[in-house]
């Protein structure tokens, strides 16, 4: 993970303008304490769709974290979609989906099937958790 | 026949089941709707979510007895409904299509107890979405059409056949088509299942291309929606458009984001029937007011 400090030690190694590269980085980011998102790989988070839930139905991810989410169906097309979010995607048996989740404040982001699939479809929803 | 205010508090008061309530929306068009006048209102009745073929007994006991109460007091209503609306979900959901074919059978058998000639249904996604609404065309026809009648213009909208609760390309084309030469005073009643904005996407209440509808009736002066699919009554305006929810026949639901978890409100033995029912529309003279009343089907 790239943060300030090892931009720094980067800086340091190509010459003689360390201290001012450094302040320079310091005042245009003054949460300099943050990850720079550059370098992130983000984690991934396998979760499975069957009627009428998702496992894991909670989906804990840290503030800022870059988090990718692998759909998949066990039986039939779902739907993942966080409103709030604004993302949706559609989940099918046999394919991969990947989705991004965009950074969103801490909270709790309802994410649910929106493809009818059934009796309890209304059911089917779960949490993301951001801390 | 002139539809004053007065006589239709009457009309509401002399119904056989519950008691009226009486929601009015006020004047609507004012004198540039003088240019659609017609000297006669009109009542019409929308009845929702009847979800015939669903058991549980906690949540409605009386499930094979309450499309036949509401048709009964739909019957006593005076002055009669011109025409009655299901605003979808006629059935509950099956994965049988055969199934699906007999509860759809049964529920027109029951509607047909109905002593009003014109009956016109919408699908909901219990009834359409699985199956892209063949049983549903089998049983009543297209999903979505348009009619007029004393001088409002209807569309019914089917946003529940495709299973992602969307209308679609092709008939948002048909729609515009529909709308493309229709003068902006003509009144405009759309009749749908699910909300078309944005209610409550968490809970599934939406239409993923709601917007794109009322986009296209923006221009228009007079426009009330009426749908189902939340189980209660619920009336939100957003710029010209008004959106009304109808109760439903079978449970009620909690109020939007009332509750963490969506779940059908238990049946109350002490309250049979409480939070069920269906509404009248009266579209008073002219077009220029229209007024709702909710009839309950538990007594008063
Ligand atoms: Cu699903």
């Known amino acids: 993970m790239l943060t300030l400090a090892s931009v720094a030690v980067i800086a340091a190694t190509s010459g003689a303008s360390r201290p001012l590269l450094t302040a320079r980085l310091a005042s245009l980011r003054p949460d300099a304490e943050r990850p720079l998102p550059v370098a992130e790989a983000p984690r991934v988070v396998h979760v499975t769709a069957r009627r009428f839930e998702y496992e894991p139905a909670e989906i804990h991810v840290a503030a800022g974290e870059s988090v990718v989410l692998e759909l998949e169906s066990v039986d039939r097309r779902h739907g993942f979609s966080i409103p709030e979010l604004h993302v949706r995607a559609d989940v099918d048996p046999g394919t991969t989906t990947r989705l991004a989740l965009p950074k969103a404040a801490p909270g709790i982001y309802v994410f649910a099937c929106d493809v009818f699939c059934g009796s309890h479809h209304e059911d089917m929803a779960g949490e993301l958790i951001v801390d | ?300």
């Open chain 2, 1 to 300: 026949m002139e539809l004053d205010r007065r006589r239709f508090l009457q009309h509401s008061a002399l119904a056989t089941v519950g008691a009226g309530v009486v929601f009015s929306l006020g004047l609507r068009g004012g004198a540039l709707a003088a240019a659609h006048a017609r000297d006669d209102g009109f009542v019409f009745a929308q009845l929702s979510d009847t979800h015939w073929g669903f058991a549980d007994p906690k949540v409605n006991p009386e499930a094979e007895h309450t499309l036949a109460r509401a048709i009964d007091a739909v019957n006593a209503l005076s002055p009669r409904p011109d025409f009655v609306v299901f605003t979808g979900d006629l059935t509950h959901t099956t994965d049988d299509d055969d199934e699906r074919r007999r509860r759809m059978a049964r529920f027109a058998e029951i509607a047909r107890g109905l002593r009003i000639d014109k009956v016109r249904m919408l699908p909901g996604e219990h009834d359409a979405s699985l199956d892209g609404g063949a049983a549903f065309r089998e049983h009543f026809g297209d999903p979505h059409y348009a009619f007029d009648h004393r001088g409002v213009h209807f569309v019914a909208l089917d946003n529940v056949s495709d299973p992602t609760g969307q209308v679609g390309a092709a008939q948002l084309a048909w729609l515009a088509d529909d709308l493309a030469s229709r003068d902006a005073e003509q009144p405009i009643v759309v009749l749908a299942h699910r909300p078309l904005f944005d209610l409550a996407p968490d809970w599934d209440w939406a239409t993923r291309d709601g917007a794109q509808v009322t986009t296209q009736l923006e221009r228009f002066r007079n426009v009330t929606v009426f749908y189902g699919h939340i189980h209660q009554e619920h009336h939100r305006t957003i710029g010209r458009i008004a959106h009304h929810a109808a109760t439903s026949l079978i449970f009620p639901l909690p109020a939007p984001h009332s509750v963490p978890k969506k779940a059908p409100v238990p049946w109350d033995p002490a309250r049979p029937w409480a939070g069920l029912g269906f509404r009248t529309v009266a579209e008073a003279g002219s077009g220029e007011r229209v007024v709702l009343a909710e009839h309950s089907l538990a007594r008063p």
